[in-house]
């Protein structure tokens, strides 16, 4: 950064540097801009840091860029990570390192301990926290594009100084009334690997089971696995593989051939036909002749379970 400029790092050499300073603090700042409207996967597209006396925007896109120096910073637990609404962040880092980087704090988590209210966003916390006003114009960038502007680059880095700057009045505040072990406590669920978990047979759970019976509800967890496995195979959002309410259509008719799934409003023409075709007939039918095989425990957790917040259709 020269001139009040704001350069994103693309050099292994500055890299190193910005994790070094970093690493003298006991806490982290970090935020993330990433895309995933057409993929599976999140993809990373800029990350930024910040501790006190210094920040940074890391650029993973960059060709020769290495990012495992920040990986491994974060990775370690020897200093606090500090996130605002964290999940999706977490869900990226849970992946690139194995597991999330704790320990974590949540701003948004940490508001409710405060009176702020539940699931307060970034600006609202600014501006309650700190009396600021946040620029939000930049806020649907295309973040895969290159060069990023200079007012994109500064909007990205205010998602870290003023998070430094609301960590410290909020852990100072929380420290006064006694309030900081809870958030500590509630972090713990933010910090268990299985929240991420992204296995094929637990996919079902993404759905809402219609109707709570063995037969139907087999067929959902069967298809459900198929079309999760294909679509992190393919890098493909869930919606492009397949719809759900064409999961819920076949548990209920329950096709056998290549004719039934023709029959179905909700699959698309030809669809069985096509390169998906053979494994969707497959699992479908696997789970009308062995419902027991598939069939989940229903219950209330069933029937209302909740899709993770940012998590790809």
């Not at 003298?24 to 990433?34: G, L």
């Not at 996130?83 to 508001?111: K, S, W």
């Not at 996919?203 to 109707?211: F, N, T, V």
């Not at 062995?290 to 379970?305: M, S």
């Amino acid at each position: 950064m020269t001139d009040n400029t704001l350069t994103p790092i693309t050099e292994q050499s500055a890299l190193e540097d910005l994790c070094g300073k970093l690493a003298e603090s006991d806490f982290i700042c970090v935020d993330t801009e990433f895309h995933r409207e057409t993929t599976y996967w999140p993809e990373l597209c800029l990350v930024q840091a910040s501790a006190p006396g210094v920040e940074g925007l890391i650029d993973p896109l960059a060709e020769d860029l290495d990012i495992g120096p920040f990986l491994d910073l974060i990775a370690a637990d020897n200093r606090v990570k500090v996130f605002h609404a964290a999940r999706q962040d977490l869900e990226i880092f849970n992946r690139l390192i194995g597991h999330p980087p704790g320990p974590i704090f949540d701003t948004q988590v940490a508001a409710m301990a405060l009176g702020l209210g539940d699931s307060i966003s970034y600006d609202n916390l600014v501006q309650r926290v700190l009396k600021r006003q946040i620029d939000k114009s930049s806020q649907f960038t295309d973040w895969t594009r290159r060069p990023l502007s200079q007012k994109q680059l500064v909007y990205a880095l205010g998602d870290v100084t003023h998070l430094r700057d609301a960590y410290l009045k909020m852990r100072d505040e929380l420290e006064q009334l006694g309030r900081l072990g809870w958030v500590r406590e509630e972090m713990a669920d933010l910090e268990d690997p299985a929240k991420y978990d992204t296995d094929p047979a637990k996919a079902w759970q993404r759905l809402k089971l219609r109707k709570p019976k063995k037969d139907y509800a087999a067929i959902v967890v069967a298809v459900a696995a198929w079309r999760e496995t294909m679509a992190q195979e393919l890098d493909k959002p869930r919606r492009r593989i397949l719809k759900d309410d064409a999961i819920q259509e076949i548990a209920s008719q329950k096709p056998r051939s290549e004719g039934d799934f023709g029959q179905l409003r909700a699959v698309p023409n030809g669809f069985i036909r096509s390169k998906f075709g053979n494994g969707l007939l497959e699992a479908a039918i696997d789970a009308i002749d062995n419902p027991d095989k598939y069939a989940p425990e229903l219950g209330p957790r069933v029937q209302n379970a909740q899709i993770p917040a940012g998590a790809p259709e």
